[in-house]
């Protein structure tokens, strides 16, 4: 199944008065179950792309289709409730709500979901599991270390189990030993649950372990190599 | 979005404003002082309200009057000619019906003492019936109340100490030995008279004479019933109460003759088409002596022409007499409503019938009513609804076979009260502007942190949108959290209000000295001791106003927020 | 009609000389034409002097009057304590402007017998023009010696309800039907004021009261002097004396 299906996707956005052309015409396919990072050096165009692809943004010219809708047409709140539906998201700054639980942020899409509180409970217990902070969910995030913290960021982009979960830059801000560690369990939740993950990255690291890169360019597509 | 979900929205809203704390403090505080204010200053304008209003019911007007429709059409000028006659089926067809009524004859006069002269109004009463139905009567606080048949004036207290009658109850040094120098009394009396003062506190009128001021006396306050009664007696002997009333007794009386010039500048325009018709009929030119002469008419006609004249407001129809009557002040009126401490008089009504009086043969300007059950204490009741009043006495009338004359009605006591209301509402809005004033600069404090909250959490604001939450929600949280901040220190506020509040309904403040100093003119009916009342719409409402306006003043902010790309909301540092 | 009949009835008997039947001691209603021949005007001017005693403190004040029939005068004050204080009576209604506030205040009729300016005078005393003969019934109670001056005494009792004094006592000189003093009685018989004469002028045929002394017996320790200078009578007067913007201006 297609996930996200661009078709010469364009970008542009002003800046200071003149015109910024983010992406000039990207054609590009991933499927369910992918692992797969895109990768460019700064203002290549890959986090705008990963924008996009995660409806945080508006295109220019072109398709784009997301989760088999085609994200063109819809309205504002229309885009809010495809990422609340069908999306997750792990950002480089973790992007924990301070005042929260390790719990409540987790629970946080879920609430936004509606589901039940006893379901919730447990769902946010499992994904607990799965990044392995069993125990942790009383914590605060700052008392955590920053790993651990991308963890529950992760925890937070799976407990919903979207259709797509979009990575911009997740290990940035880890040293490689404990971005190793966030990378297999991603890797993990990959093989174990089939969850689709789309990075945006420039770490040599998360390329390693991702089985399709896409080099971006300029805004273009340099080189498409899947391992 | 159900309901858990905005459970939730809303414990996030909590948590926040717990991480913030000393904003939120700041901001509480400032709401809370905002609001104990408000409660404050509605507290006390609600007490003077109330406390107003029921003094004009019980001490001035009643619940409402009888009275001719010209004369209430009139009221400002208080036309004491607008009389009518029979009050006393009136009043016993209202006694029927469970109403109390008393009669007055109100008219305006100069009061002359020995040593002065003051405007008084006068109210010319049926002691009787006043008694039953007006407070006021029970705050004649030196002296008596007037009787029946008796040359004599009930004066208010603050006048007749003015005008140096009844008994001084601060009179300085001069003014006692004055009254002790008289040669109408005893050696034994000046002593007596010297043994019910005392002089005012020694250090204080050290002060007074170092300065030149006067030493004062205070009469003692806590001395057997019987001297007082010796002392109003000494004062009666020197010849202290003895005053005399100047005023006009004003008849209607259709004029025999209207000079041309009168008659053509004056009343002619006024008239309407019937009318000119009516005393067309009625007076014929005298070209050579440029009058008109009344020619004749049946009673019906001269009446109606009468009415006209005095509807066009043509002078010529209003006669007045001088008059001079000689009474003796017998009480001090200090009643809790200055309206009847200050140039007001009360005389028996009975004593102002013939040329001796007012020539009132009757008459009397006025009917006050009042439901019997209702006390002094009391507002109105549903039965004194001027259309019931009315209704019970024509039900009376029609069992004797009588109707209520046409020129009569029956006016609700507010229907007097336009320029007292129109003091309260002014007073009561201007008294508010400052209570606004604070209540907005509270909420502007609201308006701020939240911009501060929601600038500082941006990045938060866009991952939360970035995980679908919608601009419906965005809105909930924040409007919620700034709606908790009002809640909070609205609640304070209540509570700090009510605290001072307590004082202010049981004891109040006391502020006589100011208004005598005023001549008793505040507006408010209330004499001295100002009190607050409690408003529980105010208290209970203060909370939930406050926690709206707070939501809405975050509203902006919040739309600065929305409004943000959310890919740029994720780059904010 | 009446009124007609009566005309003729005078016209007639003056015809018959039944008046100087009666030469010796002139009637009551004789007397009171004199009175009212020497004193009521169609219009007066006249500078205005009241000098008011009142509990041993002295008060001056001065004002320019222009009065016109019985129901129209003007009054405005010039010395400086009340400089621009003015009245209006116009067709019976009257009007007070106080420069202090720059407002004309209308007036009900009550002060007109009110104390004009705190003298013992009221704006009704400085206006007063009507005939006495047409209102009151006369007789004479005697004859006296009044400041000097041999005087008849007369006795006025209101013809009809509703005069402002229903009583009043007149002394009138023998010689010049000068009246030389009169006192007003409340309806009660209480006597309220009192007014003397200082000093007349005579205009043409008629003399006239240009200086007089009146007292307000209700204030105790009060008297004002009433002086008229520079009078000018029954000389037209433009209406524009007697109009609101002439308060205002």
């Not at chain 1, 990963?50 to 010219?61: I, M, Q, R, Y």
């Not at chain 1, 509606?114 to 069993?134: S, W």
């Not at chain 1, 979960?165 to 174990?192: C, H, Q, Y």
């Not at chain 3, 009212?36 to 169609?42: F, L």
Request: hydrophobic share 40%.
């Amino acid at each position: 199944m297609t996930v996200v299906k661009a078709k010469d996707l364009i970008k542009d956005y002003g800046l200071n008065g003149s015109t910024v052309h983010a992406l000039r015409g990207i054609t590009l396919e991933f499927q369910s179950g992918e692992f797969a990072a895109i990768a460019g050096p700064s203002g290549s165009g890959k986090s705008t792309f990963l924008h996009l692809a995660g409806c945080l943004d508006t295109l220019t010219g072109g398709t784009l289709s997301v989760g088999g809708q085609d994200v063109a047409n819809l309205s504002k709140k229309q885009l809010a409730l495809l990422r609340r539906n069908s999306l997750g998201f792990i950002f480089q700054a973790y992007n924990l709500i301070p005042v929260l639980t390790v719990m409540e942020n987790i629970a946080f899409p879920l609430t936004l979901l509606g589901v039940g509180k006893t379901e919730i409970r447990d769902r946010v217990l499992q994904a607990l599991q799965e990044v392995g902070l069993e125990g942790m969910e009383k914590r605060r995030p700052k008392e955590m270390s920053g790993g651990q913290q991308q963890r529950v960021a992760i925890a937070r982009a799976l407990v919903k189990r979207p259709a797509l979960i979009l990575a911009d830059e997740p290990t940035a801000n880890l040293d490689s030993k404990i971005g190793r560690e966030i990378l297999e369990i991603m890797v993990k939740l990959n093989k174990n649950a089939g969850t689709t993950f789309l990075f945006s990255t420039h770490d040599p690291l998360v390329m390693d372990y991702a089985r399709r890169i896409v080099y971006i360019r300029d805004g273009q597509i340099e080189k498409d190599q899947v391992k | 979005m159900n309901f858990a979900s905005l459970f939730e929205l809303k414990r996030m809203a909590f948590r926040s404003l717990a991480r913030h704390k000393a904003k939120t403090i700041l901001t509480c505080a400032a709401i809370m002082v905002s609001v104990a204010v408000y409660i404050f200053m509605d507290s006390w304008i609600a007490g003077m309200e109330r406390e107003s209003r029921r003094n004009i019911i019980n001490y001035e007007l009643g619940a409402a009057k009888l009275q001719t429709k010209m004369y209430f059409a009139k009221k400002d000028e208080m036309p004491a000619y607008e009389t009518f006659q029979d009050w006393e089926t009136y009043r016993d067809i209202l006694d029927e019906s469970g109403y109390h009524a008393a009669p007055r004859y109100v008219f305006s006069g100069t009061l002359y003492s020995a040593t002065g002269s003051a405007p008084i109004l006068f109210n010319a009463v049926d002691p009787t019936a006043e008694k039953r139905m007006m407070a006021y009567t029970g705050y004649v606080e030196l002296g008596r109340f007037i009787r029946e048949g008796e040359f004599a004036v009930a004066l208010g207290a603050m006048t007749a100490e003015k005008l140096k009658a009844g008994i001084p109850t601060r009179p300085a040094a001069p003014e006692l030995e004055e009254i002790l120098a008289s040669e109408l009394l005893s050696a034994a009396d000046g002593d007596f008279i010297r043994s019910c003062y005392e002089a005012s506190e020694t250090k204080a009128a050290g002060e007074n004479l170092a300065e030149g001021g006067e030493l004062r006396f205070i009469l003692k306050r806590n001395l057997p019933t019987g001297d007082f009664d010796r002392l109003w007696g000494l004062m009666d002997a020197i010849g202290r109460n003895d005053v005399r009333i100047s005023t006009v007794i004003d008849l209607k009386a259709l004029p025999d003759s209207i000079r041309w010039d009168k008659w053509v500048g004056e009343l002619w325009p006024e008239l309407t088409g019937w009318e000119q018709a009516l005393l067309g009929k009625l007076y014929e030119l005298d070209e050579e002596e440029q009058l008109y002469f009344f020619t004749g008419g049946g009673e019906d006609e001269k009446a109606a022409a009468l009415e006209a004249m005095i509807r066009a407001g043509f002078s010529g129809a209003i006669r007045h007499t001088n008059q001079v009557i000689d009474v003796k002040v017998v009480g001090m009126v200090n009643s809790p409503d200055p309206a009847n401490n200050f140039n007001v008089g009360y005389l028996p009504l009975d004593i102002l019938q013939d040329e001796a009086g007012m020539m009132l043969e009757g008459q009397v300007t006025e009917l006050l009513i009042r439901d019997k059950k209702m006390g002094a204490a009391d507002m109105t009741s549903p039965l004194e609804n001027p259309k019931t009043i009315r209704a019970a006495l024509e039900r009376g009338l029609a069992r004797r076979s009588q109707t209520l004359p046409s020129e009569l009605d029956v006016f609700f006591w507010m229907d007097y009260m336009e320029d007292y209301l129109g003091y309260e509402a002014m007073e009561s809005g201007s008294s508010r502007i400052f209570s606004y004033l604070l209540f907005f600069l509270a909420f502007f404090g609201i308006s701020n942190t939240m911009l501060l909250a929601i600038l500082e959490r941006t990045k938060e604001i866009g991952m939360m949108r970035a995980l679908g939450m919608t601009t419906g929600q965005l809105y909930f949280t924040f409007m919620i959290e700034a709606g908790l901040l009002g809640i909070l220190g609205a609640a304070l506020g209540v509570l700090l209000g009510c605290l001072i509040n307590i004082p202010m309904v049981k004891y109040g403040i006391d502020f006589s000295g100011m208004l005598e100093e005023l001549g008793g003119n505040i507006g408010y009916r209330v004499a001295g001791n100002f009190r607050g009342a409690w408003k529980l719409s105010t208290i209970i409402g203060s909370i939930p106003v406050a926690a709206v306006i707070s939501s809405l003043m975050a509203f902006f902010p919040i739309r600065g927020a929305a409004k943000k790309e959310i890919t740029s909301s994720l780059r904010f540092e | 009609m009446q009124k007609k009949i009566t005309v003729i009835w005078a016209l007639l008997l003056s015809l018959f000389g039944w008046g100087a039947l009666c030469a010796q001691t002139p009637r009551a209603e004789e007397l009171l034409r004199r009175v009212d021949q020497n004193e009521v005007y169609q219009t007066i001017e006249y500078e205005g002097e009241m000098i008011i005693e009142y509990q041993s403190r002295r008060y001056v004040k001065t004002f320019h009057a222009w009065v016109r029939g019985n129901s129209d005068s003007f009054m405005e004050f010039t010395n400086p304590e009340d400089r621009f204080t003015r009245y209006l009576k116009r067709s019976g209604r009257l009007f007070f402007y106080s420069p202090d506030t720059e407002e004309v205040i209308p007036i009900s009729g009550h002060l007109l017998k009110e104390s004009l300016m705190g003298s013992d005078l009221s704006l009704e005393d400085t206006v007063n023009n009507e005939s006495l003969e047409s209102r009151f019934n006369a007789a004479i109670a005697g004859e006296e010696v009044f400041n000097g001056r041999p005087a008849y005494v007369l006795d006025l009792n209101a013809k009809n309800r509703g005069e402002s004094y229903p009583r009043q006592r007149l002394w009138i000189d023998r010689e010049n039907y000068d009246l030389l003093h009169y006192e007003l009685f409340a309806l009660s018989g209480v006597k309220a004021k009192e007014w003397t004469l200082i000093r007349s002028e005579v205009f043409g045929a008629r003399r006239f009261p240009v200086e007089s002394e009146m007292r307000d017996l209700l204030r105790r320790d009060s008297r004002t002097i009433f002086i008229m200078r520079n009078v000018i009578l029954d000389q037209p007067i433009a209406d524009s004396i007697f109009t609101t913007r002439n308060l205002e201006r």
